[in-house]
Structures are given as C-alpha cells and as structure tokens.
C-alpha cells in the first residue's frame, strides 16, 4: 500500500516536471516570460507540499543562483501557504487538542500566518496575555516521510550519476534533510529548543527568544508568548517599496546585531539558530531583535567552532594560511592537496573581497567558492558547519536588501578576532598562555587596539585561579 502511494506521488512528480518543460517550451519567448515562470514555479512547489516549499524558500535566499525575480517570487514562500479550510481545520484541532488545550483552540479565528508547515494564530489567556499558536498542518509528518522515501531511492539509484559526488554524499544528504524536516514538525522539540535558545542568549538584552507555555502545548500545538513587531520580511518588503515607519532605530543597524550577536557570537556560545530567514526575525517596535521558529537549532562542538573562526578569519582578513588552518582543523578526511595550486586560486577568489560591500561582492559566492576548491581537496566537512552556512547565506541574503553597502569583510573581522580570542580564553587560564595561543592570528592581533589588547590581559588574569 505503502510503496504504491510512493509510485503515485513519483508519477505525479514526473507529470509536474513535464508539465513545466511544456510550458517554458510554449511560453518562452513571450515577453516577462521570467516572471510568469517563477509565478508558475511558486506555485508549484507550494502545491508539492512542504518538502518542495522549503526548496523553494531556500532558493528564494540565492540571489546569486538564480534571478532576482525568481528570488522575489519565492520569498513568498516564506511566509504564505495554502490556508487550511476553517471548518478542517476546526475538526481537526478538536481531534489533536489536549484537555488543556481544548478551550483555547475553541477560541482561534483566522490565522495571522499560514506557513509551510503550520499556521499560526493570535489569542488571549484567560489571564490577559497574548498568546501565539502554532498549529501543524494536518498530515505534514506523513508528506515529509513519504517525500523522503523518493528521494532516498532517487539518492540510491542515480547517485553515482549526478552532480561530482558519489552515491554515499547523496545518501547522507537526504538522510540528513529528513532528519531536519522531521524534528521541524515535533513542537515539543521546538520546545525543548527554545528553552536552550533563551539559556543560551542570557544576558544579551537586545535579543528577545519567546518563552513557551509547557501546560499548553504539545506535539502539534505550541503556545508561544506573543512578539509584538513585524517580521524581516516584512520590513524588507516596506523598504522595497519605500513604506518603511519611521522607527527610532535603522534597519542597517538591526542587522548588524543580528549580525553580530546571532552570527558570529553564537560561535562562542555554541548553539546557533539554523533556519534564520527573515520570516523567522522579528523587530519589536522598541527595536529589540525577536527569533523565531526553532525547528532547528544546532549545536557546534568547541573543535568546529574553533575551525570555523579561522576559516572566517582567514576569509574576512584575506589570509589564506588560516583557511588552511580550518581546513586541518574541520576536515574529517585526511587530503593531500597541492597547496600551491589551493593558495592560487583561493587568493583568486579573495582578491576582491577585502572590505568590499555586499552589492559589490557577494560573501556567499566567496564562502561556496572557498568551500568548493577545499571539497575539491578532499575535505569533507562536518554537518553543523554545513548548517552554520544556511544561516550565513540566509542573513547574506537579507543583507543584500537591507544593507547592500555593508562590508562583512571589514564589520566581521574585529568581532571574529574578539569571539577567537574569548574562545582561546576560554580553554587557557593564563594572560601569557592566550597570547602565545594568538600566534595563528598575529597579524590580526597586531591591528587591534590597544584596549582590546589591555582587555584580554585582564579577562584572562581574572580567569587565574
Ligand atoms: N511568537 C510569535 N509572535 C508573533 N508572531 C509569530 C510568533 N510566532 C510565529 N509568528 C508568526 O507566524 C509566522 C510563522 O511562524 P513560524 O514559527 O516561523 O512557523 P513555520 O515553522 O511554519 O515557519 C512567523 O513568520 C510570524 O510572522
Ligand atoms: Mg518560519
């Protein structure tokens, strides 16, 4: 029965493919035949079911990849679904709810947002609080499994003859997909991630990670405490047409802070939000930076966040004796690689990337360019590096529409410089023994000011037992 399901939806994915080679076939040459195509492709993934949409979501945050109209086209898929018929939706919330969930769910209007995987709504406590819900649509977790079988298979079969990696790199992609869109649709999961989440920002004021009620929810509902703001995407859509409130604070420098507390800081902390497109950013009117959506979070082993820096560092100071360094450090196979012909064309790439902006050079490009020739090499990396860089490209993404003249080369370099040095701190006790330990970066060291300097000598003489 199972695997007959599994043919039909392997039917249906071939009469869609062929349907949309139709159309591009017949609709080509007509004009704003790119728009009408990314429309149709919208659509289609939204019908797919979630699997394709978050495809589609995340290929809406590669406007080096395909054409900013497909990427604006597929924006939409971060924050807008099929809406589920009320009265459907009704039964099925009075089949899922807990008794204690049941009077709050009786109360549920429209939603406020209809996403892939849930629908969200807004409602009120009987003690006054405004609360947000998330629903699972119904029979997500059943569409993600039976997807999953597919593409397992397409992975077994035809994975020795796609792209320039062997069938056990496919495998393990599509395994570890699965595993991501799993844990998504398990909200005590999502619970348990917002507990860490708000552990882990502790003492960050400027950031604001929801608290959950654990009496209210459960697999398939999570009640939330209500964020008071508008989404990124939201905003990024004001800007584009010039609609932008008048905050008192600027989005330009919202993302810096996101860029600094939530990208590079979390190298520090160790948890790290993986899924942070703009839909799952808030602003509160008083400019707080709001997270959302931890269907999945992921967790950097001391090791790879070590690496991790220094292939930022190295990246972001054009020094490429530190990518080399990463690539030691993070590298799980042992490559031999020709290291002159790796310098050349790392420093190729590099070349123009020192204190450019985003409009001008693309940070994701260097990071996949960089990544690529080291792949080349042999190297292959651990997964939650892979998942740090979703989050770089995402946040690369909504740089590129809020913030174009920003120049991650030159804002990311001093607070990498600051979170590597706390990292060292962290393991070593002496002042002598931190600064001996900073060899690796020496030249970056000797770029910083001299109270950063007189800073780290005291964090670490304070660490002295
Ligand atoms: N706590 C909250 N307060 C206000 N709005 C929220 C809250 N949680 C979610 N939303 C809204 O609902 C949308 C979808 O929620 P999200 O958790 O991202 O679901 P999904 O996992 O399906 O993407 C968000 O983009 C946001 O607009
Ligand atoms: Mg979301």
Known sequence: MESARSGMRLLELLFVGVKLYLYRLVHNSKENFNQRFAVKLRSTFESLGPVYTKLGQMLSMRPDYIDDVYCQEFELLLDSGRQIPREKMRRY?????????????????????????????????PSGEAVAIKVLRPGVTHMVKRDFKILRLLARFLGNKVGKVGKRHWIDLVAELERWLLEETDYLHEARNIELMRKDFEGYDNILIPQYYPDLSSKQILVMEWIDGHSMLDLIRMKRKEELPDFDFSLEEKFEEIIRDVAIKSLLRGYFHADAHPANIMITKEGK??????????????????????????????????IFKSAEMLGKENAQFNRDEVYEEISRHLYDYLDASAHDVSSTKI????????????????????????????????????HPGFSFSSYGRQYLLEVYLETLLEEHTSASHVIKMTEDVIDLVRDLPKNLKTIIEKMAKEKQP
Do not use: H, M
């Open 367 to 402: 990071l996949f360019s960089i990544l690529k020739v080291c792949l080349e090499q042999g190297f292959q990396y651990p997964w939650s590096l892979v998942l740090y860089t979703r989050t770089a490209v995402n946040l690369d993404g909504q740089i590129l529409r809020v």
């Open 289 to 322: 930076i709001a997270l959302i959506d931890f269907g999945l979070i992921q967790f950097f082993s001391r090791e790879v966040r070590k690496g991790t820096i220094l292939f930022l560092l190295g990246i972001t100071s054009n020094d490429i004796e530190l």
């Open 93 to 125: 919330l009075n089949r899922i709810a807990s008794p204690s969930q049941f009077k709050l769910v009786q109360s549920l209007g429209d939603p406020i947002a209809v996403a892939s995987i849930s629908q969200v709504y807004q409602a009120t406590l």
